[in-house]
């Protein structure tokens, strides 16, 4: 049974002629990253300064991208954002992509018990809705990003660990493994020097377009009041408390939406820049 | 093959009902029932219609279209007006006050409201260990002289008995239908003799609410049907407005207000109200326990910007504790102004030394709070006050603020009675709240309670208040923000939609014209 | 019977897993801070006050005692009262599961509407500008958050075209249909574009056999063979995806719900947590769990009916 984690992964070209996928993808990330380092050292602006005779300007020379209802530069505070953002959708993915595969991998290659705990585990997270459970965890330990990573650690982990348990599963039963065995390797060292190798691909690719996803709900976190802190720029925040101004100031919420669009875009290609390159079986 | 074939069929078949549904039976039957429905859309929805046990606005608001009290407050919230009882007096010493009910009045089951009715409603309000058992403290006794006259004995003359009276706790219910009725049905099988009366209830969605066809006012209500809506996002409630889904709609951001003016199919409106916002302080520990220190950040708190980035506006910067509307409001007090240098002075005289940290607790979510806080992390932050903001979920702020649980809180109040009393008993006198969890304990100022509530000369008590405001400045407990209206937004159709300055609406003189 | 045999021992296996999700759902939210009665009586109430709701909700007993209570009535068929509307769960639950399951199944059809002739449009003509068009434009329902899209959706569909309401449920069926057609909408935007990305590649992949050639050496021309037996192959996958995404759909719904003003369980849901209406929390916890483990049992079981060569269990 395919999971969320395989319909994105799969979904991805698997053609040759999409190398341009990694680099361009990996050239806009390069891009953003040096825009989110950069970006605040060279702004004249500090992105929580209020100017309250500046509020809700439209987009001019002197504020490409407007200002907000406290007159802060939205440019600002977009690239500022993009630290934050990056920060939060990668740790938030990568956490729960080691912790998944590590139980998943285990789970698929050690069988038995190991796999009852790991496979019970994941039936109980699966069983409540994923957002209710991020919603509810970060209800409970307050609000700010630390927390949000751990919210969404623990209900992202099943994903990955069901992928990668899969494709253990499958690359287990595979000859190479018998003979690997049969000429007395270590267990071990077959999991790690030759079924990993081959089964983590799919995971790693649900992971860069999972980053997105942590984006998102830590959006969609902001929407309900459960997101960081004020006055922290966060994309999603961002969006959240400006949809108010949509009539008349809508680039407040408009230009981290472009933001999150780009940076859904680079991970998207740069996911399927590397799902072609890592894919050799056809599948 | 077959399976594909099905697939397809069905998706298309949805397409096609899509497509059909577009102009659905529904949309015509609503254009004939524009003239006699009034929608309204809420941000909040109704959970419990007891007036006794409920304790919000929306669950009042509701209910006023149902229920009637013995006096009511007026519009403009600085009076009384005849409600179920026609005229009322009170003896010379004070202590006894009679009530004639009028004789036409009905619950909308056809019964008569008679004077036990009152009796048994104001027993029960008294009784329950409710949120509004203060309200009817001061009474001794309630008694029922005849079938249309309620006498009702106070322990000491009580100067704010009839606002305590007038208050929706107090409402008059019938004693046939309810005396040893379950709780849940006093809430969702509400009865009472307003103009309107509750015909379906879809929690969390919809209330409908019908012409109480017993009503004693002729011709009233003007349109006979009712239905409040629940629409929680703004900009949803605004566009169902725009789009003719609904009427009108409470609290549209007050951001919005200059666009909807704009509009030339809609109103959009600023109700006074007995709204105030501030911040409360828990003067319990250090450093908030300097009486220099709290007066240092009443002074750099800047309420015209508050306002501007807040209210867009809207609202006024705040001087005393009590609501603008307030009978004895000081209009000559000044307040604290923002003064910066002021500010430090005080700062550097308290012996604080910055930089110093201060949580800011608010509930997150919430349309004013948020840029409140934000604002004033800004401002304060020049004063060498760094806030850490700490937005929580409604549940958990209340839970915190109830348990002290916080240094500085952001949050408001609103007048349920046109009386000071109310306020300033909860605000500055510990027992009944600690003054607002503040920890604020002065003797004086509990002498200067104690005296509010009892003198009955209107003058004298005026300058009772008038002194209760400044000590309240000099002390600073609490620091007071801005007033704050009450946001509306209709269609022009509707004619006749009033806003009480407590809050309630009344829908009972509204038309929706074409 | 195989098949009777499996359901039940995979409905055993998942039986257990259910009831201690229950359990750690109930002191997950007993644990936040906050209780129903302070959440209800507000700021202002006394302490009198709050205590004696407490008692009479029985919150001020111990959290194992609450939770035995919970589980003595869940066993006579009391699945609890909601303390915020005083209304027993069971009585709200028909209309708010009616109303996001009709949400949830509408924007799954939507969404294979959408998706089937976009996924055909970007296989055939692979790399070329329609292709590069489907996929540029499936980057924006991926990388928007969801209550973006609707805010979107009802400013140009309710407010600017006037062709559909901007919230509620409606009255009727064809009303539903009209009511619901923007939030379904919303709703379906993130699993068309899924969908439509892992259609494209299915059919790009089966294009590509032997299977398909064949079919064209017995000279069907190219449009037949992509109807008739590559979207058959595809629709594979799909099932197991449908599975998949109802049960994150039922969670989306979420936002689709509360910006839309719709009666449904997943805004019921969150306001049940906040408002700690925690009989709520528990019922709808409970349901969810058993629906998601159904529908894993149904799409295991209906997957072997498409491709005979996957053997159960």
């Known amino acids: 049974m395919s999971t969320l984690a395989e319909e994105l992964a799969v979904g991805s070209a698997v053609r040759p002629r999409f190398h341009h996928g990694l680099a361009v993808g990996g050239a806009m990330l390069v891009l953003l990253v040096a825009a989110a380092l950069v970006g605040p050292r060279v702004s004249p602006y500090d992105p929580n300064a209020h100017d309250f005779e500046q509020i809700l300007q439209a987009p001019s020379a002197v504020h490409p991208f407007g200002t907000d209802n406290f007159g802060r530069d939205v440019l600002t505070r977009v690239l500022s954002g993009a630290a934050i953002d990056l920060r939060i959708g990668v740790l938030a993915a990568v956490f729960p992509f ?186 | 093959m077959r399976i594909a074939r099905l697939v397809l069929a069905l998706v298309l078949t949805a397409g096609l009902m899509t497509l059909v549904g577009v102009v659905p039976e529904g949309s015509k039957a609503s254009a004939q029932q524009a003239k006699t429905v009034i929608k309204f859309g809420v941000n909040r929805a109704a959970e419990n219609l007891d007036p006794v046990t409920q304790d919000a606005n929306p669950d ?100 704010p008995f009839l606002a305590d009276i007038s208050l929706f706790s107090n409402s008059i219910l019938p004693e046939k239908v309810f005396k040893g009725a379950k709780d849940e049905d006093f809430s969702n099988k509400p009865v009472g003799s307003g103009p309107f009366m509750l015909v379906d209830w879809k929690k969390g969605e919809e209330l ?94 800047d309420r015209a910007a508050i306002v501007k980035a807040v209210c867009f506006g809207h609202c006024t910067p705040a001087t005393t504790f009590l609501p603008m509307t307030t009978p004895f409001f000081n209009k000559g007090s000044k307040g604290y102004a923002y003064d910066l240098n002021k500010a430090k002075q005080l700062l550097k005289e308290s012996g604080i030394t910055t930089p110093v940290t201060l949580k800011l607790l608010y509930r997150s979510n919430d349309a004013v709070h948020q840029p409140t806080a934000v604002t004033l992390k800004e401002m304060w932050g020049k004063l060498g006050v760094n806030l850490e903001l700490e937005p929580l979920d409604r549940a958990t702020a209340t839970q915190r603020y109830r348990a002290n649980q916080f240094q500085v809180y952001v949050t408001g109040w609103t007048n349920d009675i046109p009386d000071p009393s109310q306020l300033a008993a909860y605000a500055l006198g510990f027992t009944e709240s600690e003054s607002y969890h503040s920890g604020y304990k002065s003797a004086e100022m509990d002498a200067l309670l104690a005296k509010g509530m009892r003198e009955i000369n209107p003058e004298k008590r005026r300058q009772i208040y008038y002194e209760i405001q400044e000590l309240a400045l000099r002390d600073s407990p609490l620091i007071i923000l801005y007033y704050s209206p009450y946001t509306i937004a209709i269609s022009k159709k509707m004619k006749g939609f009033v806003q009480m300055a407590t809050g309630p609406w009344l829908f009972k003189g509204v038309t929706i014209g074409e | 019977m195989p098949l009777l045999r499996y359901a039940l021992r995979r409905i055993g296996q998942t039986l257990p897993v259910a009831l201690l999700v229950t359990v750690l759902i109930f002191f997950l939210i007993k644990l936040i801070p906050g209780d129903p009665a302070t959440a209800i009586l507000g700021e202002r109430a006394s302490d009198a006050a709050v205590r004696a709701l407490q008692q009479q909700w029985g919150l001020d007993r111990p959290l194992p005692v609450q939770y035995g209570v919970y589980m003595r009535n869940l066993l006579t068929g009391d699945l609890g009262q909601s303390l915020r509307y005083r209304t027993p769960v069971i009585d709200l639950l028909p209309r708010r599961a009616t109303v996001t399951l009709f949400l949830v199944v509408y924007s799954m059809l939507l969404s294979l509407l959408v998706a089937v002739p976009l996924a055909m449009v970007a296989a055939t003509h692979r790399d070329r500008w329609p292709d590069q068009l489907v996929r540029g434009l499936i980057v924006v329902p991926l990388a928007s958050p969801v209550f973006w899209i609707g805010i979107l959706v009802l400013i140009l569909f309710a407010l600017t075209l006037r062709w559909f309401p901007a919230s509620g449920y409606g009255e009727g069926f064809l009303g539903h249909l009209w009511h619901l057609f923007l939030p379904a909408l919303t709703l379906s935007s993130f699993f068309t574009a899924v969908l439509t990305r892992n259609l494209r590649s299915a059919l790009i992949d089966v294009q590509t056999t032997a299977y398909v050639d064949f079919a064209r050496a017995k000279g069907l021309d190219r449009r037949t063979v992509l109807l008739h037996h590559v979207l058959r192959a595809a629709l594979l996958p799909i099932v197991t995806l449908i599975g998949v995404r109802l049960s994150y759909t039922i969670g989306g719904s979420v936002v689709v719900e509360t910006v839309f003003a719709l009666p449904g369980l997943g805004s019921w849901m969150i306001e049940s947590i906040f408002a700690r209406d925690y009989m709520v929390v528990q019922t709808l916890t409970l349901a969810f769990a058993l629906g998601v483990m159904v529908i894993n049992l149904l799409t295991d079981l209906i997957y072997p009916l498409f491709d005979p060569r996957v053997r159960m269990g």
């Open chain 1, 98 to 283: 080691l912790f998944g595969s590590i139980l998943g991998a285990a789970a698929g290659y050690y069988g038995q018990w190991v796999d009852t705990l790991v496979m019970r585990s994941v039936d109980v997270f699966t069983a409540v809705p994923f957002f209710v459970l991020v919603a509810a965890i970060v209800a409970f330990l307050g609000p700010g990003e630390v927390n949000i990573f751990i919210a969404i650690g623990v209900a992202e982990w099943v994903t990955y660990a069901r992928l990668v348990r899969g494709e253990v599963l499958r690359e287990r039963s595979l000859d190479y493994v018998a003979a690997g065995r049969a000429l007395g390797f270590p267990r071990s060292r077959i999991l790690l020097g030759h079924i990993l190798p081959n089964a983590l691909p799919p995971a790693v690719i649900f992971l860069t377009s999972d980053v997105v996803l942590t984006i998102l709900t830590t959006a969609t976190l902001g929407f309900l009041g459960l997101g960081v802190r004020p006055p922290t720029p966060e994309w999603g925040m961002m969006m959240s408390e400006g949809r108010e101004f949509l009539s008349n100031g809508w680039w407040v919420a408009t230009m981290p939406g472009f933001a999150c669009l780009y940076t859904g875009l680079a991970f998207i290609l740069l996911g399927d820049g590397v799902a072609d390159l890592l894919r050799v079986k056809g599948q």
């Open chain 2, 60 to 159: 009042i608001w509701a209910f006023t279209q149902i229920y009637q009290q013995l006096v009511r407050v007026n519009v403009k919230g600085d009076g009384f007006e005849p409600d179920l009882a026609e005229k009322w007096s009170n003896s010379a010493d004070g202590r006894t006050w009679t009530f004639n009910l009028r004789k036409n009045a009905k619950f909308s089951n056809g019964d008569p409201v008679k004077a036990s009715d009152a009796v048994w409603s104001l027993k029960r309000a008294r009784d329950t260990k409710g949120p509004w058992k203060w309200a009817l403290e001061a009474v001794e006794d309630i008694q029922a002289k005849d079938d249309y006259t309620v006498v009702i004995s106070l322990k000491e003359p009580w100067a």
């Open chain 2, 208 to 301: 409908v609410m019908k012409a109480n066809p017993h009503y004693y006012e002729k011709g009233i209500p003007k349109t006979a049907e009712l239905r409040i809506r629940y629409i929680p996002d703004d900009n949803s409630r605004i566009i169902a407005l725009q789009s003719g889904d609904v009427d009108g709609i409470d609290y549209p951001p007050f951001s919005r207000i200059e666009e909807l003016r704009k509009d030339p199919k809609l109103e959009a409106q600023l109700n006074p109200s007995t709204q105030v916002s501030h911040l409360s302080l828990n003067t319990r520990e250090a450093p908030l326990n300097n009486v220099k220190f709290r007066q240092a950040l009443a002074y750099a708190t």
